[in-house]
């Protein structure tokens, strides 16, 4: 099995940052995609960010590209979202996941473990 443990979030101004971590632990990545997907209240899991664990191969949602950073530490499984010029519409509880490499990367479905999730709320 594999535990995935989210840090990081908590309450920021619009403009702010933040920068959150995913802790695996349980297994060796390898031929891995690792994602950031985000829910509000009331809607979907949303696609964030995903990297390729071995190539480092990163792809991020509209909403996010330009103003998000995902990034991986092979040596301490950990993967992390540097967000920067935070917007309410942020606000949403961040789930790191965890999957064999797959081209749907953007879906929910294609990883097999999840964090608890960790709030971020952007203020006005």
């Known amino acids: 099995q594999v535990q995935l443990v989210e840090s990081g979030g908590g309450l920021v101004q619009a403009g702010g940052s933040l920068r959150l971590s995913c802790a695996a632990s349980?297994?060796?990545?390898?031929?891995?995609?690792m994602g950031w997907f985000r829910q509000a209240p009331g809607k979907e899991r949303e696609f964030v960010a995903a990297?390729?664990?071995?190539?480092?191969?990163?792809y991020y949602a509209d909403s996010v590209k330009g103003r998000f950073t995902i990034s991986r530490d092979n040596r301490k499984n950990t993967v992390s979202l540097q967000m920067n010029s935070l917007k309410p519409e942020d606000t949403a509880v961040y789930y790191c996941?965890?999957?064999?490499?797959?081209?749907?990367?953007?879906?929910?479905?294609?990883?097999?473990?999840w964090g608890q999730g960790t709030q971020v709320t952007v203020s006005s």
């Open positions: 996941g965890a999957g064999p490499y797959s081209a749907s990367y953007y879906s929910a479905g294609s990883y097999d473990y």
């Open positions: 349980g297994r060796t990545f390898s031929n891995y995609d």
């Open positions: 990297i390729r664990w071995t190539s480092g191969r990163t």
